[in-house]
T-cell receptor, first 117, second 114 residues
Framework: GAGVSQSPRYKVAKRGQDVALRCDPI?????LFWYQQALGQGPEFLTY????????KSGLPSDRFFAERPEGSVSTLKIQRTQQEDSAVYLC???????????????FGEGSRLTVL | AQSVAQPEDQVNVAEGNPLTVKCTYS??????LFWYVQYPNRGLQFLLK??????LVKGSYGFEAEFNKSQTSFHLKKPSALVSDSALYFC????????????FGSGTKLNVKP
């Protein structure tokens, strides 16, 4: 597709359930990022992939959060045993360039809004 | 530590008037600065960036931003605001030591009144 696609757009989960959020980046984009945006706040970095390699996961808030990009394209962010504090919009972004390369901007998807009851 | 501050939660301006949305930053190494806009229930859209060169950067939709190294600022400007410019604006800085990370401000809501 022409842009970054995320699904589902909205997800309601009961506390303790596992959720999976999908990101389909722009074709050919090497870099893929996940960000968490709490209500009224700016996005906060979660993790970064260069192709299939997860080069930085320093922003993941706990070991309940897991991300993968097995074939270097589509990525999935998984949250196990969801808690109310996980409620946020999860944004995926992709970029043509990679770490150390030219400083490229990010292209964001519309986000997946997670509400944990 | 890298950080971005947007001191105004909200900016109100009349259509046709100039607008400024403020941003200051703290970064180690060279600053790589960005502005993004977010419309309701949408993802962030890139407006413009400063990497190097001229301090005045021109971007999409008539927006521009002025980089001021001595004041560590990167204010977003537009000479004549439109009602359709009403949205949430985020300033971001890319980590000078870790290109993988962008740090975003908390956002400024721009209201342009007819």
């Amino acid at each position: 597709g022409a842009g970054v696609s995320q699904s589902p757009r909205y997800k309601v989960a009961k506390r303790g359930q596992d959720v999976a959020l999908r990101c389909d980046p722009i074709s050919g984009h090497v870099s893929l990022f996940w960000y968490q945006q709490a209500l009224g706040q700016g996005p906060e970095f979660l993790t970064y992939f260069q192709n299939e390699a997860q080069l930085d996961k320093s922003g993941l808030p706990s070991d309940r959060f897991f991300a993968e990009r097995p074939e270097g394209s589509v990525s999935t962010l998984k949250i196990q045993r969801t808690q109310q504090e996980d409620s946020a919009v999860y944004l995926c972004a992709s970029s043509l360039v990679f770490s150390g390369g030219p400083i490229g901007e990010l292209f964001f998807g519309e986000g997946s809004r997670l509400t944990v009851l | 530590a890298q950080s971005v501050a947007q001191p105004e939660d909200q900016v109100n301006v009349a259509e046709g008037n100039p607008l400024t949305v403020k941003c200051t930053y703290s970064v180690s190494g060279n600053p790589y600065l960005f502005w993004y806009v977010q419309y309701p229930n949408r993802g962030l859209q890139f407006l413009l960036k400063y990497i190097t060169g001229d301090n005045l950067v021109k971007g999409s939709y008539g927006f521009e931003a002025e980089f001021n190294k001595s004041q560590t600022s990167f204010h977003l400007k537009k000479p004549s605001a439109l009602v359709s410019d009403s949205a949430l604006y985020f300033c971001a800085v890319r980590d000078g030591n870790n290109f993988n990370k962008f740090y975003f401000g908390s956002g400024t809501k721009l209201n342009v009144k007819p």
